[in-house]
């Protein structure tokens, strides 16, 4: 056991935590004012929900006893067995309780990301049940494809530093499937939608960049020369990721947004997490610059075919996602940690190969799973909120509460 990897993963647990309250102030800003209230607490929700459901099960089947590399076994259902002693298959110089609950915050973050795809739209009760049955189903079982012993992707080589694939491609890919399945929110297309709170935006998303720091320098789980690099890779791309987002809005629009640079850093921060651990410095420059242009082009592509993911999870997460976990088999550098591997610049195709196995099976799994999820749970208590509710707000019809 050693005491500075224990400080510096329960730090990191509570920067990752501080995301989800974060993301929650960077989708409201992006909704309308009579919505701000109910994507707060749609994402504020998923903290305490998330939380008891991975106490429960949702630990033991994404990181428990391998069944047949797609699923853990339930012998920690409950945290049974999840002690102070070190899990020397995951994290040995920490307690396994700490590394449970420090993926815990990962399992909490993934489905509050969907959130954005039918904000201002779905009841509250249709998302608890929603967001239960996704982690279960869908979250669970990739975390133990790419970080689960004996998982499938693991064992075929695929890298994911921090949670591209589980976390970034799963989410974006459930949330343009979510937005597709549920339709248009009324008004689309004829009405002005504009983001009610610039600043709520700002705040929301330098809270993702400062707790981003926990979610990939902890992913080292120790105290070490590879958090350093993951902290100082994730800052980089962070970086180019804001500045080649607001480049290309400012090209096609004439303007510095500030949107634009906000939701650059998050397209940065989002390529860079499968990354962090794998590679150097001016990778992830590139990374980031790549992100910041490639989700540009995806929002402003999902705009014109008219798709409704309301706050573009699939735009920033899925496509930086998926680019980053291509990179990754890129731009990996074994000298950089010898537990990962070369990538294909440094003479290494079979990495690049198996990263792009990953990224297909989780795109093909989401899509597949989540549409199965949303139309049942449809059938079973609608997901959408009445029309008439729907254009008052959430804030009142779901809440009873209201900004001034």
Known sequence: MDSGDVSWILISTALVMIMTPGLGFFYAGLTRKKNVISTLAQCFVAIALISVIWVLWGYSLAFGPDRGGFIGGLEWFGFSGVGGEP?????????????AIFQMMFAIITPALIVGAFAERIKFGALLLFLAVWSTVVYAPIAHWVWGLGGWLRGLGALDFAGGTVVHISSGVAALVTALALGRRIGYGNSSFEPSNPTFVILGAALLWFGWFGFNGGSALASGALASQAFLNTHVSASAGALSWMIAHYINKGKFSSIAMASGAVAGLVAITPAAGFVNSIASLVIGVFAGLLSYIAVTFRARMGIDDSLDVWGVHGVSGTWGAIATGIFADAAINPAGANGLLLGNPTLLLSQVIGVAATWAYVAVTTFII?????????MRVKTTDEMIGLDITQHAEYLP
């Open 374 to 382: 949303v139309k049942v749970i449809d059938s079973l208590v609608g």
């Open 87 to 99: 899990n020397e298959g995951y994290a040995p110089t920490i307690p396994h309780s700490t590394f």
